[in-house]
């Protein structure tokens, strides 16, 4: 008979990207779009911005990770990817849900691109003037 392990899913939003995460008990291997996330990342910043839940919660080591990044740029990918694992860790203990809400990490980030406006350049930014 085949052994089933539980897996706890997690879907997080950062700008325009979207990171659905699965969580499995594991080594610690961390999973973006079949590429680890070194590879796929390749700044330490981001990486340890993705480690955060897990130093927070005391579960680094605990979980393997497996994330589909879609959308956006690979520092909003990395930020929707936070978001997931929390959110996942949130599934499989919900005692730790007041640490995670505590410093945000449950919470989506509203920031977003401003839309362009009419008669701009940008979003903010008008046209050059010049008086003569």
Same mark, same amino acid.
């Given at each position: 008979m085949a052994q089933t392990t539980t897996r706890y899913y997690g879907t997080g939003k950062r700008k325009n990207a979207i990171a659905k995460v699965w969580l499995s008990s594991g080594? &610690? *291997?961390?999973?973006?779009? *079949?590429?680890?996330t070194s590879n796929y990342f390749g700044r330490a910043s981001l990486e340890a911005l993705i480690m955060q839940p897990?130093?927070?919660t005391e579960t680094v080591g605990k979980f393997d990770v497996f994330c589909r990044a879609l959308g956006g740029g690979i520092s909003g990918q990395a930020g929707a990817l936070r978001h997931g694992i929390s959110k996942a860790l949130v599934e499989s203990d919900p005692d730790m849900r007041p640490i995670l809400r505590k410093l945000g990490y449950l919470t989506?980030?509203?920031?977003?691109?401003?839309?362009?406006?009419? &008669?701009?350049?940008?979003?903010?930014r008008g046209f050059q003037f010049s008086k003569r």
């Amino acid at each position: 008979m085949a052994q089933t392990t539980t897996r706890y899913y997690g879907t997080g939003k950062r700008k325009n990207a979207i990171a659905k995460v699965w969580l499995s008990s594991g080594e &610690g *291997n961390i999973t973006v779009n *079949n590429r680890t996330t070194s590879n796929y990342f390749g700044r330490a910043s981001l990486e340890a911005l993705i480690m955060q839940p897990f130093e927070v919660t005391e579960t680094v080591g605990k979980f393997d990770v497996f994330c589909r990044a879609l959308g956006g740029g690979i520092s909003g990918q990395a930020g929707a990817l936070r978001h997931g694992i929390s959110k996942a860790l949130v599934e499989s203990d919900p005692d730790m849900r007041p640490i995670l809400r505590k410093l945000g990490y449950l919470t989506r980030d509203p920031r977003v691109k401003e839309r362009k406006k009419a &008669g701009r350049k940008r979003a903010r930014r008008g046209f050059q003037f010049s008086k003569r």
